[in-house]
């Protein structure tokens, strides 16, 4: 399994910033996934995700800023996130599992994970 983000760089306060996260030996459909961010100081964070029933889920601390959506024929899925604010400065990582019933905000439930893609929101 392998999971693949990109999109990540440097942009503006009040932009917004669309990521990938491309899957090979896992599929999204029919499974769960979470994208996840790490800010330099701060804990893991789950932001978004969609449970195995394809429901979206948004953590509330992101205050309806987010969207998480996918591409089923690409194996694909998008995280945007708009109105960027210098405190979104994170990695962001994907993960996904094939076992978990619905979704879980639980990170430490997901089996497979990405990278991370770097997001610096400048002021």
């Known amino acids: 399994v392998q999971l693949v983000e990109s999109g990540g760089g440097l942009v503006q306060t009040g932009e917004s910033v669309r990521l990938s996260c491309a899957a090979s030996?896992?599929?999204?459909?029919?499974?769960?996934m979470i994208w996840v961010r790490h800010a330099p100081g701060k804990e893991r964070e789950g932001i978004s995700g969609?449970?195995?029933?394809?429901?979206?889920q948004s953590a509330t601390s992101m205050e309806g800023r987010v969207t998480v959506s996918s591409d089923k024929a690409k194996n694909i899925v998008y995280l945007q996130i708009n109105h960027l604010r210098p405190e979104d400065t994170a990695i962001y990582y994907c993960?996904?599992?094939?076992?978990?019933?619905?979704?879980?905000?639980?990170?430490?439930?997901?089996?497979?994970w990405g990278q991370g893609t770097s997001v610096t929101v400048a002021t």
């Open positions: 993960a996904g599992d094939t076992i978990m019933n619905g979704f879980s905000w639980y990170l430490g439930a997901w089996t497979h």
């Open positions: 030996g896992f599929t999204f459909n029919g499974n769960a």
């Open positions: 969609i449970g195995r029933d394809g429901k979206a």
